[in-house]
């Protein structure tokens, strides 16, 4: 496979620019990636169909073959499967000058096999009977197994290398080889009624029509099957394209809602309003931590923290709405709800804490800071559509979020880790998610900014070991 690369000397690190495949398309690193998986098993399926086959016709030979005859073509067949072998070692994909050098000695060791003498034969008959034993339909196999691992240009040179070598094999023996003299006139006198039976059975004639039509249908066969093979990988690159772009959705989106854009057409731009479990993460006092540290301490510490809430959230089906900075807001019931949306945020929530304690652990082992972090969770109604012109967003608005936001800013006053609602609570137990709820204490009569009633709200309070 040809490309044009550049290297960055700072790095050190090689920066795919152009990619070609074997059949001219432009390729990328993450199709060549798929390719060079798919190459990788099809010559492992080859070289095992080839052992396979290999052994079967070894097996049939040792019942049909004249002793001691038969031991030279089991010869042939064990240097066919070493052969295979090594093609696996050096197949790649895109050009392999090498590779393709050992395909051509694959298809020279089988005609010189079938088509010349054997050495240790005691058999005295006619060149021309080697044509006739129906040897060629062994080339099959080789084509077949062929498809299991070639681009298309491969598998049709194999046909068309095998039909010059077949022709080249057929015009040398013609050439250099001896009639066995009476042969001939003795079945002719035989069959002297019947003259196109007497030259069908004839040991010394080629019958040289036979033997093109031979290499004309295999070359035939060839073209088919690398037309299938070109239509295959067409189909496995599209394929990888398609996972390609998922993969990179997937880098901006949730798994959900990767999952939903997958498979429907403009499924999120229906509008539609149901309840939904808001959560909100913030790392408190984060402004005066960074005010005083390196801006890569700043992004290391903010990497680290996103990849453990990120993970949280994705490992019980929520949504990662945005990230905040030094927080981030994160829906459970988007886009579709289910019957465990506020039990998912709350078991989210309780990983999310877990995993903040044992990184808060690490950071004190290597003498960094400890991080205090906020979280506030509301359960109830919101509005979901994608939103935007050219660069759509999915959005999910209305109260339910700007409660599970002052919900999280009030944790400065309660002095507490986690405050979710008396809504989300409720919604929590009529989920049966009893268990996520311990430790939580009730707060009646808060004042929420932006909300006119007081409400009662439930908290879990930080303990003193985290008064950081």
Same mark, same amino acid.
């Given at each position: ?6 290297t960055?000397?700072?790095?050190d690190k090689?920066v795919?620019?152009d ?6 398309f ?5 199709t060549?990636a798929?390719?060079?998986?798919h190459?990788?098993e &099809?010559?492992e399926?080859a070289v095992?169909a080839r ?13 049909t073959?004249?002793?001691?005859d038969?031991?030279y073509?089991e010869?042939i067949l064990?240097?066919?499967c070493?052969?295979?072998?090594l093609?696996?070692?050096?197949g790649?994909?895109?050009?392999s000058r090498?590779?393709?050098l ?8 089988m005609v ?5 003498p ?5 058999a005295?008959w006619?060149q021309?009977m080697q044509f ?5 339909q ?8 062929g ?8 598998v049709i040179?194999? &046909? ?48 040289v029509?036979q033997r ?13 099957l ?8 067409a189909?496995?690159r599209s ?12 880098r901006?989106?949730?798994p !959900?809602v ?10 999120l731009k229906q509008?539609?309003?149901h309840g ?9 006092s984060?402004?005066?931590f ?13 990497r680290?923290?996103h990849?453990?809430?990120?993970r ?13 900075g ?5 829906t ?8 465990h949306?506020a ?11 877990a995993d ?8 004190i082992?290597k003498?960094q800071?400890?991080l ?5 969770a509301?359960?109830g109604?919101?509005?979901?559509a994608?939103?935007?012109a050219n ?7 209305? !109260?339910?979020v ?18 979710i ?22 707060f ?5 900014r ?15 070991d985290?008064q950081?």
């Amino acid at each position: 496979m040809a490309q044009n690369t550049a290297t960055d000397a700072h790095d050190d690190k090689t920066v795919v620019l152009d990619r070609f495949d074997d059949d001219g398309f432009r390729d990328d690193s993450y199709t060549e990636a798929v390719l060079e998986k798919h190459k990788r098993e &099809g010559l492992e399926l080859a070289v095992l169909a080839r052992w396979v086959a290999m052994a079967v016709v070894g097996v049939f030979l040792l019942f049909t073959a004249p002793w001691p005859d038969v031991f030279y073509y089991e010869f042939i067949l064990l240097l066919l499967c070493l052969n295979g072998w090594l093609i696996r070692r050096v197949g790649r994909v895109g050009k392999s000058r090498l590779e393709l050098l050992l395909i051509f000695v694959d298809l020279l060791i089988m005609v010189v096999g079938m088509i010349g003498p054997n050495p240790i034969a005691h058999a005295d008959w006619p060149q021309a009977m080697q044509f006739q034993f129906g040897n060629f339909q062994y080339f099959f196999l080789i084509l077949a197994a062929g498809t299991l691992a070639y681009s298309w240009r491969t598998v049709i040179a194999i &046909g068309t290398w095998t039909g010059m070598m077949w022709a080249a094999a057929l015009g040398l023996s013609i050439w250099f080889a001896e009639p066995i003299p009476g042969i001939s006139e003795a079945i002719g006198g035989a069959l002297a009624d019947f003259p196109g039976l007497a030259e069908q059975v004839d040991p010394n004639l080629f019958n040289v029509q036979q033997r093109i039509q031979e290499i004309v249908i295999f070359v035939l066969v060839a073209f088919v099957l690398g037309l299938g093979v070109r239509r295959f990988n067409a189909l496995m690159r599209s394929n990888a394209s398609l996972e390609r772009e998922r993969t990179n959705l997937s880098r901006y989106f949730s798994p !959900n809602v990767v999952e939903e854009l997958s498979q429907n057409d403009e499924p999120l731009k229906q509008i539609r309003s149901h309840g939904i479990a808001v959560l909100f993460v913030d790392i408190v006092s984060f402004t005066e931590f960074a005010a005083t540290r390196k801006p890569e301490e700043v992004i290391d510490t903010l990497r680290d923290f996103h990849g453990l809430m990120e993970r949280a959230v994705f490992a019980h089906e929520g949504t990662l709405d945005k990230y905040l900075g030094d927080g981030l807001m994160a829906t459970f019931g988007t886009p579709s709800p289910s019957d465990h949306d506020a039990q998912n945020a709350m078991q989210c929530v309780r990983q999310m804490m877990a995993d903040v304690d044992d990184w808060n652990t690490q950071r004190i082992a290597k003498g960094q800071p400890p991080l205090r972090v906020g979280f506030g969770a509301h359960y109830g109604p919101a509005v979901l559509a994608d939103i935007g012109a050219n660069r759509l967003e999915f959005a999910v608005v209305g !109260n339910t979020v700007n409660v599970a936001s002052r919900l999280e800013s009030m944790t400065r006053g309660l002095n507490a880790r986690l405050v979710i609602s008396d809504g989300m609570r409720a919604e929590v137990l009529a989920e049966g998610g009893d268990e996520c709820l311990d430790g939580l204490q009730k707060f009646t009569d808060q004042d929420i900014r932006g909300v006119a009633e007081k409400l009662t709200v439930w908290a879990f309070e930080r303990p003193l070991d985290h008064q950081i």
